[in-house]
Structures are given as C-alpha cells and as structure tokens.
C-alpha cells in the first residue's frame, strides 16, 4: 500500500509561484509513473503533468512553459514548480502514482486570486 502526502498549495497573487510537493510513502516510488491532476469545483479531474521513471514528461497545453514536473526518487517526492499563475489554474491539486492500480493523494488547494 502506497501512502502519497500534498503540501505546498496555499493562496497566491496571478503572476506568483507555488512549488507542489508530495511524497510517497514505502519503496515503489522509484519504478513508478508519478504525476500531478487538478479538479476545479464542478469539473473533472484532469491531467497537469507527469513524470515516468525514466524521467520523460507530458504537460497538458494549458500549463507548457509555466510549469514544471520534477521527481527526486532519493526522498520518495515528486514536485510540481508552477509559475506565472493565472486564475483559471485555481484548483485541488492531486498527486498520482501509478504501479499495477492508481494511488492518489489527499489534494492540496491552489487558489490564485489577486
């Protein structure tokens, strides 16, 4: 079992920054595909970004250029850089890893808003 914990998120000014970060508990993280979603309130949940254990990433086309999805498999943590953030990007942020089921975490809320 796979335990995955969100911190970082909090209330930012558009144009801010945020660094996400989650870390996984137990020692499959290294062989994992990790990744980052966001559910805005009535939508879906939705793909940020994603990281496989080789390192290759895949943004959604709302984020590329803005943010960045990193992992350090030494700490068990992945983490999710997000600058010049807009409004629309107000959300609960997810982690997700993937090894033979998906595991989630709790969610982390960004709210940006001046």
């Known amino acids: 079992q796979v335990q995955l914990v969100e911190s970082g998120g909090g209330l930012v000014q558009p144009g801010g920054s945020l660094r996400l970060s989650c870390t996984a508990s137990g020692s499959t993280f290294s062989i994992a595909a990790v990744g980052w979603y966001r559910q805005a309130p009535g939508k879906q949940r939705d793909l940020v970004a994603r990281?496989?254990?080789?390192?290759?990433?895949d943004y959604a086309d709302s984020v590329k250029g803005r943010f960045t999805v990193s992992r350090d498999n030494a700490k068990n943590t992945l983490y999710l850089q997000m600058n010049s953030l807009k409004p629309e990007d107000t959300a609960v942020y997810y982690c997700?890893?993937?090894?033979?089921?998906?595991?989630w975490g709790q969610g982390t809320q960004v709210t940006v808003s001046s």
């Open positions: 990281i496989t254990r080789n390192g290759s990433t």
């Open positions: 997700n890893l993937v090894l033979f089921r998906n595991y």
